[in-house]
C-alpha cells in the first residue's frame, strides 16, 4: 500500500504489455481526519487571597492542545479570566478549547479557588481603669 496524507489525491496508473499497448486509469485517494485533537487541563488551582485585599492575581500554565496533524492546530480560552489576572473570593471556572485544520475541537476546565486565608487584624484600645458605680460592685465601659 501507499501512504496518503490528509486531503485528496489524484493517482494515475499506466499498464504497457510485452507488445506496447497501453492501458491507463485515475484513481482519486481522499483521506480525511477525523481524530479529535487533544487538551489536558491541570488541576484545580486553590490559592490565598493577596495580602491585604480579598482577591488575588493568580498565575497557571495555560494547556496547550495537540493533533493527530500537527499543522493548523489552535488552542483557546474560552472561559474564565485567564492566567495572570486577578480573581476575586470563590470559585472561577476556566475553560480551554483545541481545535484542528478541519474544524474539530475539545475542550477542558479547571477551577481557580480563591480562599481568604488571611487573619483579621485588631487593635486593642490602652487598658483603663474606673471606679464601680455607687452602690454596685459593677459599671459600665464605653
Avoid: K
Amino acid at each position: 500500500g501507499s501512504f496518503f496524507p490528509v486531503g485528496v489525491s489524484n493517482e494515475s496508473y499506466v499498464v504497457l504489455d510485452v507488445n506496447g499497448n497501453r492501458g491507463e486509469c485515475w484513481l482519486t485517494v481522499t483521506v480525511t481526519d477525523t481524530e479529535q485533537p487533544a487538551i489536558t487541563c491541570p488541576s484545580n488551582v486553590v490559592q490565598g487571597t493577596d495580602v491585604g485585599v480579598c482577591t488575588a492575581a493568580v498565575s497557571y500554565t495555560a494547556p496547550v492542545g495537540t493533533d493527530n496533524c500537527a499543522s493548523g492546530v489552535a488552542t483557546s480560552r474560552t472561559g474564565g479570566l485567564g492566567s495572570g489576572a486577578t480573581f476575586s473570593l470563590g470559585t472561577h471556572q476556566e475553560t480551554y478549547m483545541v481545535q484542528d485544520a478541519v474544524g474539530l475541537q475539545r475542550s477542558c476546565s479547571f477551577n481557580v479557588v480563591v480562599e481568604d486565608r488571611e487573619a483579621p487584624a485588631i487593635t486593642c484600645p490602652s487598658d483603663t481603669t474606673v471606679n464601680a458605680t455607687v452602690g454596685l460592685c459593677a459599671t459600665t465601659v464605653t
